[in-house]
Structures are given as C-alpha cells and as structure tokens.
C-alpha cells in the first residue's frame, strides 16, 4: 500500500529562518501529492500540491517540487514568520487506492520571534 | 466559500456510551470521509463514503460506524465508547470524479475524550 514519511519534529526556528520538512513516499504508479497545514485549534487546509513529476507547488511563500526520481516532495519556506507556526502535513492520493489520502505523521514547527 | 462543519469541537463521554459525531458540507460533494487524528500517527482514515447511502472501510474501522443518508451529512458513531478512542476526529469531504486533483476540504475537527 501507499505510504508517507516525514521528518519528525518538533522543529523551532527563529523569524527569517529557513524552513525545509523532508518527505517522501511509496506508492506504485503516479500519485498526486499535497501538503497540508494545521494551525493551533483549526482543522487541516490545502497548503499546496502537485500531481506530476517535476510539478512545483507553491503557496503563501512555500515550495514543493515533485521528484519521481527520488520519490520525495519536500517542503521549503525561504524566510518563516511566527504566523507559520502549525503542524504539517504531507499526504499523497491515487486512483487506485480511490483517492483517499495516505498521510504522514505530521511536523510541528515553532517560529520564534 | 467552502464549508465543513462538525457538530461539536470538544465531547466527554464516559467508556461504554454511544457517541454520534456529525459532520454537514455545503458544497454538494459526493465523497466525505473520517479520520482520527494522534501524535506521531498522523491522520488514519476510519471510514469514508462515495455517496449517499454508500460506505467503505478506511484503515482503521473497529469499534466504529457511519451513517450517510444525505448527501450533506455523514455521521461517524462509536457504537460503544471506549478510552483508546479518546483523540481528535476530522471529516473531510471532496467532489467525486476521476481526478485526484480534487482536494479535500476539512472541519475543523472534534476532540473527543472518554473516561
């Protein structure tokens, strides 16, 4: 079956730093990929995606890129802000799994002013 | 702008009890799913629905059920409450069609916990 791993956390930072949340998958096939956001007391939202190879996602400052070749989708953030602070997530879904997404464990990450 | 509504963001129950979760989306989705959400585990999917009156194990079913008789709602229940089950349960929901493109939209999660 699918699978997801990141690295864990927690990770702290200090303002302007740069963040970087490694992750990569298993899956058979071309599964799209996502990253999602948790911020304190609100439930998961759509940080970006990709859903094919050498597809870069961004949003809000945050880059992934789809790398088939070394089954990754690593998360980056060139200058972080407190506000960043919240628990990541990356997930990926499949038609052959029925698109439910298969999620890692998640990371925290504290922004420190 | 979209919308997933839960019933209720924080439950106590005691072990033993029936619990419904409830979960209602404006969006006319076809697909609505559950999951569970704890440290270092991620997100595990309980159980999902393709459409009204459909259901279909997730990962993890035990101890749970679901109910999906509109379109909008699909109840998760804890048939009979136990402390393992203490955690913080999140519905999803997204359009049906062939395109995992499609995201998945989130409540904002209840947390559950039984004594």
């Known amino acids: 079956g699918n699978s997801v791993t990141q690295m864990e956390g927690p990770v702290t930072l200090s303002e302007e730093a740069f963040l970087t949340i490694n992750c990569t998958y298993t899956a058979t096939g071309y599964p799209s990929l996502f990253w999602y956001v948790q911020y304190p007391g609100e439930g998961l939202q759509l940080l970006l995606k990709?859903?094919?190879?050498?597809d870069k996602g961004s949003n809000k400052g945050f880059e992934a890129t789809y790398r088939k070749e070394t089954t990754s989708f690593h998360l980056e953030k060139g200058s972080v802000q407190v506000s960043d602070s919240a628990v990541y997530f990356c997930a990926l879904s499949q038609a052959s799994e029925g698109y439910k997404l298969s999620f890692g464990a998640g990371t925290t990450v504290t922004v420190r002013a | 702008d979209v919308k997933v509504t839960q019933s209720s963001r924080y439950l106590v129950k005691r072990t033993g009890e029936k619990v419904f979760l409830e979960c209602v989306q404006d969006m006319d989705h076809e697909n609505m799913f559950w999951y569970r959400q704890d440290p270092g585990l991620g997100l595990r999917l309980i159980y999902f629905?393709?459409?009204?009156?459909?259901?279909e194990k997730g990962d993890i079913p035990e101890g749970y059920s679901v109910s999906r008789e509109k379109k909008e709602r699909f109840s998760l229940i804890l048939e009979s409450a136990s402390t393992n089950q203490t955690s913080m349960y999140l519905c999803a929901s997204r359009l049906a069609g062939g395109s995992p493109r499609e995201t998945q939209y989130f409540g904002p999660g209840t947390r559950l916990l039984v004594l």
């Open positions: 990709a859903t094919k190879a050498d």
């Open positions: 629905s393709y459409d009204v009156k459909m259901k």
